[in-house]
C-alpha cells in the first residue's frame, strides 16, 4: 500500500505547529513528497516536474502560510489543479460534420481499441441515435477483424464486410464510401496496435488519416501505463493530430497517472473512460476520481464499485435485512465475514480498504492501531474458525455458550477460550449497534459515520462499536451498503 | 544468442537513447554530487524502474563513487552491475519436468498472452517437442479463432470449444487429450482478467484446481506475462496473481517498444520469481530467453 499524500503532508506538516509558520523549506519538503505521490503514481517524470512547479507558485502565497492546517490546504491545491489539468473543458465527440463522421481509433498493442470500438458504437446509437458502421484495419493481429464483427452483432451495429487480403488504408477507403452511400451517420475505423518507433506502421495509419479525414482521430490508452505515456502519446499526436483520448481499464487498481501525462502532452481531452469489459462499461471521464486516485486519497466511488463486485447482493440484501429486524445471528456474522476478505483480498488487505476511504485524516495512526491490535486478515480467519466450530443451535443463538461449550469451540478452532469470549462480545456490540441504527433510521447513521470518519485515529474504538474486523461489517462496508 | 542482443539491444537501444545520452550530460559536465545523483536517480525512473528502487540503485553508486570525477561508461558500468544484481537471481531456465507438462499463461487484458502462448509453441516445437494448444479464453470475442491461426500457421493441435464453454472443463478435457496423445506439453490460453476482479480470479483458480485433479503437480508452470508499457502497477498484478495461481514465472512482452519494462527491476526486488522469457515482436520468432546481463546492459544502453 502507498503511503497516501495526506499521510505525507501531514508528517511534513506536524512540526509546523511548534514553529508557527511555512518557511520555504517546508515548501520544499512538501513539494518533495507531491512528486513522489505523483511518480508511484505513474505520472511521467517531465510532467511531474512542471506541475509540481506549478505547484510551488500558488503554495507559497500568503493564504498557504497562515492557514492554520497547511498540510490540508496544500492537497487542496495540489487536488482542485490535478482535477483542472485533467478535464477543465466540456469533452464531448464532435461529430457535426457532412455525414458519415469518422473517427479513427489509434493506440498501442494490446490497449482496448476493439473493445473500446464497440463501446462507442453502442453508446452513440443507444445514447445519441447514430447509425454507426464499424470497420477493422487490423490486419495485424490474427482474428482482429472476426473480433470486431462479432463485437458488432453484439451491440447491433453494422460491420465492413471483410475482405480478406485488402490493406488498411483499401479497407478504410471501402468503409467510408459504403457508410456514404448507405446513409450511416458515424463510421468507426480500429485500426492495429502499433508501437510508436514503427515507422512503417505509424506512416500507414497517417495514410488512413489523410485517406479518411477523421472527424476525431482518438488515442486508446490503458491506465496501467507507465512512463512511456509521455513519448507514446506525443508520437501519436505528432502523426495524428489527436483529437481526444479514452482512458481504458479504470476498472483495475492502478493509479491512473498515464493520464495526467497524456492530457498535458498532447493538450487533447480525455472524452471516455472504459470501465469494465461489458460493452456497456463506457463512461465519460470523472477528473476528480482520477486525481483523486492519483494522489491517493482515496476513491470512494472505486470502492463501492469493487465492494459491489466482491459482494453477493442477494446476500448484503439480506444481512441488511436481517439487521433491520434484529434477527442477526452468528451465521450472519460469519457470512460477513467472508465479504469482508473477499473485498480485502481485492484492496490489499483491510488497510487497503480503509485508504480507499477519503477524509481519514490520519491513515498512519489508524494504520499503526490496526497493527497493534492484530487487525488483518487473519484475524478473520481465526474469527470464522471460531463460528465454524459452533453447533448450528449455538449459531443460531450463542447465549447457549456457556463455559464448557466455549472450552469445546475454542478447542475445535485451535482458539483460546479468551478468543471466544472476544468473538461473542464483538457480537454482543454488534447487536446493540445494530439496535441503535434501527432507531437512528437512515440519516442518523449517516451522521453517525461522518462523525466517526471525522475523528480520524478513533475508527477502531468508534461509535460503531464493537471495534474492527467485528464493527466495520457490521456499521459500515460492507455490511451497511445496502442502506446507502 | 546474437539474434537476442540485435534485437533487445537494439530495441532497447532505441529506447534507451534518451537515458544514456541523458546520462552522458549529466557526469561529463560535473564530478558526482548531489544534483548529479539526483538527475541520475530521475533517469532511472523515467524507464518505469519505480522510485524505491532506483533511489536504491543511486544510493550504491553514490557510496562508490560520491564526490569523484567519473567518466560516462563508468557510470553506466556501475548502474547496470546493480541492476544486474538484482536481476540476476530471477535467471532461470524453464525446464520440462513432466509429460505432458502444462503451462497456464495468466495476465491482465491485451498484455500478450495468446500471442506469446504461439513463441513458446514455436521454440518446443522447434526443440523436437509436441506441442498442443488449450484455447482455454473462452470469452473474449475470436480469443479462439486467434490461437487457431496461430496454431494453423505453426502446424499444431488447438483443443477449443465453442465461445462461453467452461474454461476450466476446456483445460480438463485437453489435458486427457494431450495424455492419450503422448503430448509433450500443453499451452493453456486463458482470459485477460484484472487482478482485483475477485470472480474472475475464482474462475483462473477453478482451471488450475481441475488441471491437477489430472495431476497434482500441474500445472507445472503458470506464467503471468506482463507488458512493459505498463508502469507500477505490475507490482499489484503479480501480487495479486501469485497469491490467487501460485504464478511461478513470468515472461515481460513488448520490449521492442519505446518502454523500457523497467518495473521488473523492482518486481525482483520483492518477488522470487524467475523471468524467463522477454517479447520483443509481434511474429512467433519475436522470444528471447531471459539474460540479466543483457537486459540490464541494454536498459543502461552499453550494448
Ligand atoms: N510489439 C509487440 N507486440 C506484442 C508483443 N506481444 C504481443 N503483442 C501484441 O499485443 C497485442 C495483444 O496480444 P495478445 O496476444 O492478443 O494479448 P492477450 O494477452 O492474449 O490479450 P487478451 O486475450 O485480449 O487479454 C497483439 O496485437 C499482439 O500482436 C510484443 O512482444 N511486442
Ligand atoms: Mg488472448
New interface residues.
Partial sequence: MFETLNDKLGSVFSKLGRKGALSEQDVTAAMREIR?AL????V??PVVKDFVEQVREEAVGEKVLKSIKPDQQVVKIVNDKLTELLGAEKAELNLNVTPPAVILMAG?????KTTTTGKLAKFLKDKQRKKVMVASLDV?????Q??????AE?VGVENLPIVAGQQPVQIAKRAVEAARLQGFDVVILDTAGR???NEELMNEVKDVRAATNPSETLLVT?A?????AV??AK?FHDALELTGIVLT?V?????G??ALSMKVVTGCPIKFSGTG?KLDALEEFHPERIAGRILGMGDVVGLVE?AS??IDQDEAEKLAQKMQSGEFDMNDMLAQFKQVK?LS????GLSGILGMIPGLPNMNKVKEQMKGANLDDSVITRQEAIILSMTPKERAKPALLKAKRKERVAKGSGTSVQDVNKLLKQFQQMQTMMKKMRKLGKKGMMQQMQNLMQQGGGMPQGPMGGGMPGGMPGGGLPGGFPFK | MKGFFKKLGS?LT??STKLSSGITDIVTKRKLDHDALEALE?LL????L??ETSSHLVEQLSKKRFNKEVSDAEVKEVLSEGVNEILVKCEKPLNITANPHVIVMTG?????KT?TIAKLAKKFKDEGKSVMLAAGDT?????G??L???AQRLGLDVYKKEAGSDAAALAFEAYAKAKEDGTDIILVDTAGR??????LMDELKKIIRVLKKHDESAPHHCLLVL?A?????TH?QLKAFQ?MVDVNGLIIT?L?????G??IVGLANEFEVPIYFLGVG?GFDDLQEFNAEAFSKALLSLV
Fill in positions: 513522489v511518480l508511484e503514481a505513474d511521467a517524470l498501442l498493442q494490446g490497449v482496448g495485424q493481429r490474427p482474428a482482429a472476426e473480433q470486431l464483427k462479432i463485437l453484439q508501437l510508436a518507433l490503458d496501467m501505463m507507465g512512463q512511456d513519448q507514446t508520437a481499464r476498472d483495475g487498481d492502478a493509479r497517472g498515464a469489459e469493487r463486485e466482491a473477499k483480498g481485492m484492496s490489499g | 530495441a532505441k529506447s530521475e525512473i523515467t524507464s518505469d519505480g522510485l491482465v487484458n491485451g498484455v500478450g500471442t470469452f473474449r470475442a475470436a480469443a479463432e486467434q487457431e491461426v496461430w484484472l487482478h482485483n476482479k475477485a470472480g507488458d508499457t505498463t508502469g507500477q502497477n499489484a497469491e513488448k521492442d517498444g519505446s518502454a523500457k523497467g518495473s509481434e
